[in-house]
């Protein structure tokens, strides 16, 4: 059964050594091949922690963590592991390692000992990949903070890995590296068929996904696409989330009287409506 999915978990718990109680608690989670998951939750709630638990950079404390049909807890298979689910983290300055972007994504495959003929291909292909390749020479430190994610996330596909795991990886970006970086990972996941798990607290960014996923206290309190989740406006925001502004936007028109459908989630989508009640054709 787990080789239907890229990612499972099952009824994952997981305890800090300092804390008295589980940070998370009986989580699951199955991620198909090709799948885009969005993960939601307010700081603290635990999505960090699952995100290191479908890594394999932590042990569940209880329950069981599968990555492309490897167990986490399987110790021969760490490396295997952590190639097969590649992990973007929220600073792209703690990821990138050399003083030249070609030399900085060849660092995971040096360790691995591929081939150099090979490793030159794999470092072309990524590059060209996140669109990159005129920077192959160029120092990391002298880009711009999308370019270095990108650059990131160039590392992590030389390593071919069938799932990419993003832990707030738009974060410390202002509005064009996000959309740059987002706009990326969203074509790989198209394209090449990769598996996505995108934690983010950006709304915007969620609509995209096929599917949302919000923790909240370490279990999980809502799941379903994205036109589910966000319609449910006020279950949101007693969970300390926004939605996105033009699902707030719908239900605050609905509550004033329009009668707008449900599942507004896009500007365009909302001008057509609106258009369509203010503006009837003749």
């Given at each position: ?26 989580v699951s989670l199955r991620v198909k091949p090709g799948e885009f998951v969005a993960v939601l939750g307010h ?132 509005p064009s590296g996000r959309a740059e970086v987002l706009g990326t990972v969203r074509r790989l996941n198209r ?71 449900e599942g507004i989630m896009t500007v365009e989508e909302m001008t057509e409506e609106v258009c369509a009640r ?5």
């Amino acid at each position: 059964m787990s080789e239907a999915y890229r990612i499972l978990a099952e009824d994952v718990s997981y305890t800090y050594e300092e804390s008295p109680s589980p940070v998370l608690k009986k989580v699951s989670l199955r991620v198909k091949p090709g799948e885009f998951v969005a993960v939601l939750g307010h700081n603290g709630s635990g999505k960090s922690t699952l995100a290191k638990l479908l890594n394999g950079l932590y042990i569940p404390t209880e329950g069981k963590v599968t990555v492309c049909g490897m167990d986490t807890t399987d110790e021969d298979r760490i490396w295997d592991i952590r190639r097969s689910a590649g992990m973007i983290f929220q600073n792209p300055d703690n990821q990138i390692v050399a003083t030249v972007v070609r030399e900085d994504v060849a660092f995971g495959l040096e360790n691995l000992g591929v081939p150099h003929d090979e490793m030159l291909a794999r470092i072309d292909k990524a590059l060209a990949a996140v669109r990159m390749t005129d920077y192959a020479e160029h120092a990391p430190h002298t880009l711009s903070g999308g370019q270095k994610q990108r650059v990131a996330i160039a590392g992590i596909l030389a390593m071919a890995p069938l799932c990419l795991i993003a832990d707030e990886a738009t974060a410390m970006l202002d509005p064009s590296g996000r959309a740059e970086v987002l706009g990326t990972v969203r074509r790989l996941n198209r394209e090449e068929g990769i598996s996505v798990i995108w934690i983010t607290h950006f709304m915007e960014e969620a609509v995209q996904a096929d599917r949302v996923v919000v923790i909240s206290d370490g279990e999980i309190a809502m799941e379903g696409t994205p036109r589910e989740i966000f319609t449910r406006v006020e279950e949101m925001r007693r969970l300390n989330l926004d939605v996105p502004q033009m699902a707030a936007l719908a239900a605050e028109l609905r509550a004033a009287g329009m009668p707008l459908p449900e599942g507004i989630m896009t500007v365009e989508e909302m001008t057509e409506e609106v258009c369509a009640r203010l503006c009837p054709s003749n």
